[in-house]
């Protein structure tokens, strides 16, 4: 008698469980991929941060000044922080053209002289110069 090829065979054994760890190196590259983003992303986010320190400072200085010419000075150390020296130092005409290339706003050279007349308590000047604070582009090229 012949015997049956399907007695031979046994029952089916199901695969054990894969494991996770260790990990495939695939894996390691990508975990090292998003750790470098996360480290540059920090970094840079870090470093805008301590660039516009300055201006921050500038805005909470000048929400509680009330002089214009303190105002003035508080611009002038900005162009001084951000840009160069010889700005600041420049005559008037050139100086109202620098801070209307910085600020985005229109300054007469008539404004910047009445900063110099003892009785000059101007609000609206304080809120231009407040303003030009705000809007004060820290990034844009300036030729001396």
Same mark, same amino acid.
């Given at each position: 008698m012949q015997t049956n090829p399907l007695d031979g065979l046994h029952d089916i054994i199901a695969p054990s469980q894969v494991n996770w760890w260790p990990l495939a190196p695939a894996w390691w590259v990508i975990i090292a991929l998003l750790f470098l983003t996360?480290?540059?992303?920090?970094y840079i986010f870090? %470093?805008?941060h301590k660039f516009? %320190? !300055?201006?921050?400072?500038?805005?909470?200085?000048?929400?509680?000044?009330?002089? !214009?010419?303190?105002?003035?000075?508080i611009l002038k150390r900005?162009?001084?922080?951000?840009?160069? %020296?010889r700005l600041a130092a420049q005559p008037t005409a050139k100086w109202?053209?620098?801070?209307?290339?910085?600020t985005g706003l229109n300054f007469t050279e008539q404004e910047i002289l009445s900063l110099y007349n003892p009785n000059? %308590?101007?609000?609206?000047?304080?809120?231009?110069?407040?303003q030009g604070i705000k809007q004060f582009k820290v990034k844009e !090229?300036?030729?001396?």
């Open positions: 996360l480290c540059t992303a920090i870090y %470093k805008k516009k %320190k !300055p201006k921050r400072y500038a805005i909470a200085l000048s929400q509680s000044e009330q002089n !214009p010419q303190q105002l003035h000075i900005l162009v001084l922080e951000y840009y160069d %020296k109202c053209t620098t801070l209307n290339t910085l000059q %308590k101007d609000t609206t000047l304080c809120e231009k110069f407040r !090229p300036v030729h001396v």
